[in-house]
């Protein structure tokens, strides 16, 4: 009965953890970067001149690429991906699911005279019209045709993935509504640019052109051996265990941790390094994590689309290769109950075409000002706009991490350290209106002089922050492991653009109407920002209780789970933000927010059936199983033993059938319940309500299940144990 986990078990030492047989790394991988990328150097090798520029100007300034300009970028794209042996494109895209999608057409074209060539022309690469049916809308096709068109994004450069040339594309609907990421992604990026450039070029600097958002992030994950994932039907199909008894070592000893690689993973590390190499990402960092078969992998950071566009195609780059090495890879934020979860910081920075990061301290007072403008803006965006934070990171399996004890918790708080504290301290101080010579000196002093150049090594660090600064960038640190990066990015550099939009127009007011001199107006309307958003700024243990009751007391909002936090989504205010800056229509967005909602019922429902599954057809089962040979032993000393000698020998056994009995009873009831509780949520249409009765209703009778199924775990036989066990899953390497 339980041979699935058994021969799961005997596939281990079969596998190959011998180092003779390690990946070769070459000496120079900087020789393989960006191979197969169609990037600078192989454009200006295949361009014209004239294509190049174009090209080049359409990446930079977003300026539109004319048709045979774009035949041209098309054939040579086709000659150079032909040269690396590729038969076919596609038009590569990220739709509201999760993934990453495709549709593979060949460039070998039949031609009329019966004879037939390789063809790839401007139009084929410009634009491609999947059907648009099966990806998630939110209503927006039951109400128009359900075309969908993919189009060319000449900011993110075309790869290569095995023999097929992917072009990076948006993807929407007929009647022009996003229907992916990229596509609000590249709005919100434009409209902090153009916010970020006026304000930089209004008061500091004549010279800056254009100002990008970067974006590194950094990717947690479990891996797990194939044959061990295969023989868990709840991994399979929810991404996590569902039940399943915490191991004796868990991850208490922490030795895990920056600990030496095990020589299978490292032999898929290195494998999945090169292959990235040669995609362009600039991965650069890898090592373990806190949890067992927990890891990590960060690049350099890039500029925003790209590097969100290098994130989804590394996850399932890394998916693949795993399978090579006979791993699986969970990319959930909570596969495993008691040791830590999978997050994807988001560190978040601005940067000036003239080289200039806009979050990092400079090395005069000017500078500095500049620098606290960003980084007070950025702080005051997140205060006004907490909810829309909140709900960027929200998902079914995020809500397993956050709050939990290794993960910020649902409350948008930000961390910057004591040194900065003290500085907008100071600054809180500056008199309304014109300043002294006085406290112009001691402004100079106190604040703008006092932020040291390099901030990076003496900030203090707070990992129990869910937005933080580090010296030079913010690091958004709730976002979920499984998370497209574009959702926090496209709420981060929306509103970051909408408040920069703000703070010109008061500083201008103010410089305008009241005489004040460009600093003067500056530090005044900081001022008032810093006793704005105070309330958000938290420097202490932010897993604690006792910020939990502080934030409460300060009127933080701290949504602890999907349906609410999605809730605030729709407040008017958000959605005007949209529409103001052109991010989202009002239906785009209220899609999306639908979309979200359905996914969220979606998950829970299947984690509901799987949990159900598993509890019917394999824990009772074992459980009576094993209870029968209790009883049959029991049966036995009854009839060797006299009555009284009986009850000592048997008491034991008695007692187990006993407990098993309540649990299998415990088990029953609870998935009965859970099933009729799953039968009635389906049955509200209202996307919202659905989603907060799983939420409440359902999800919330999966304890009572796992709790006896894990009990029972502990009582039968392991030889007739069918799951495999944690300690199996966790210290398999
Ligand atoms: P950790 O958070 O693990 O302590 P670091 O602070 O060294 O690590 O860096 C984390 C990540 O921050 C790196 O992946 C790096 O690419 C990214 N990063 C550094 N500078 C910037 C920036 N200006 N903009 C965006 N990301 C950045
Ligand atoms: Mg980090």
Known sequence: MSTLRFNALKTLPFRDYRRENAVQVPEKLSDLFGENVFNENTMRAYLTREAFSAIQSAMKYGEKIPRHTADQIAAAMKDWAMSKGVTHYTHWFQPLTGTTAEKHDSFFTPTEDGRAIERFSGNMLIQQEPDASSFP??????????RGYTAWDPTSPAFIMGTTLCIPSIFISYTGEALDYKTPLLRALNAVDAAATEVCRSYFDKN??????????????FLVDTALYQARPDLVITGKTLLGHAPAKGQQLEDHYFGSIPTRVMNFMKELEIKCIKLGIPVTTRHNEVAPNQYELAPMFEEANIAVD????LMDVMARIAHRHHFHILFHEKPFAGVNGSGKHNNW???TDTGENLLSPGRNPKKNLRFLTFFINTLKAVHDYADLMRASIASASNDYRLGANEAPPAIISAFIGSHLYSVLDELEKVNDGKLSPEEKTQLKLNVVGKIPEILLDNTD???????????????????????????????????????LQEFKKEVDRLIFTKDLKKDEAIFNVLRDYIKQMKKILFEGDGYSSEWEQEAGARGLNNKKNTPDALKLELDEKFINLYEELGIYTRKEFEARNEIKLENYSMEVDIEARVLSDIARNHIIPAALNYQTRLVDNVKGLKEIFPEGEFQEVAKEQLDLIRKLSANVHQIKVGVDELLAARAEALAIADPQEKADFFCNNVRTRFGKIRDAADAVEMMVDDELWPMVKYREMLFTR
């Open 137 to 146: 809308n939110g209503g927006i096709r039951n109400t128009f045709e359900a």
């Open 208 to 221: 800056v052109n254009k100002v990008i958002a970067t974006l590194g992030w950094e990717q947690e994950y």
């Open 310 to 313: 290098h994130n989804s195609l």
């Open 349 to 351: 920075s601005l940067s």
């Open 461 to 499: 660090r707070n990992r129990t922050s869910p937005f933080a600064f580090t010296g030079n960038k913010f690091e958004f640190r709730a976002v979920g492991s499984s998370a497209n990066c574009a959702g926090p990015m496209i709420v981060l550099n929306s509103i970051m653009a909408k408040q």
